[in-house]
């Protein structure tokens, strides 16, 4: 057991076809795999930890994201070196 380490992060989005298209390749290039995909979300795993995306049910839907709202701000991922980071940037 990993007593704790991050066992999971999941994210509502309000369009999952864009945020899976931008998210999997990142994570890919991270050494995440592909996971679970179902109907409505996917996830990328590493180890232990895995990231989810589900798509927002419509009620919900127009409640717009801003990242100084109270909610997530941002995540930080390690990369192997600062020319990765560039690279990945491009």
Same mark, same amino acid.
């Given at each position: =057991? %990993?007593? !704790?380490?991050?066992?999971?992060?999941?994210?509502?989005?309000? +369009?999952?076809?864009?945020? &899976?298209? *931008? $998210?999997? $390749? *990142?994570?890919? +290039? /991270? !050494?995440?795999? %592909? *996971?679970?995909? $179902? @109907?409505? !979300?996917? %996830? $990328?795993?590493?180890? @232990? &930890?895995?990231? #989810? *995306? #589900?798509?927002?049910?419509?009620?919900?839907?127009?409640?717009?994201?801003?990242?100084?709202?109270?909610?997530?701000?941002? /995540?930080?991922?390690?990369?192997? %070196?600062?020319?990765? #980071? +560039? +690279? =990945? &940037?491009?």
């Amino acid at each position: =057991m %990993s007593k !704790g380490l991050l066992h999971h992060i999941e994210l509502y989005v309000s +369009d999952l076809k864009k945020s &899976t298209d *931008f $998210w999997g $390749w *990142f994570l890919e +290039d /991270l !050494g995440y795999h %592909s *996971f679970q995909k $179902w @109907e409505n !979300g996917q %996830s $990328w795993k590493l180890e @232990e &930890t895995y990231i #989810v *995306f #589900v798509q927002v049910k419509e009620p919900f839907s127009n409640n717009s994201y801003h990242r100084q709202n109270v909610g997530l701000n941002h /995540l930080a991922f390690h990369a192997s %070196s600062r020319q990765h #980071v +560039d +690279d =990945m &940037t491009q």
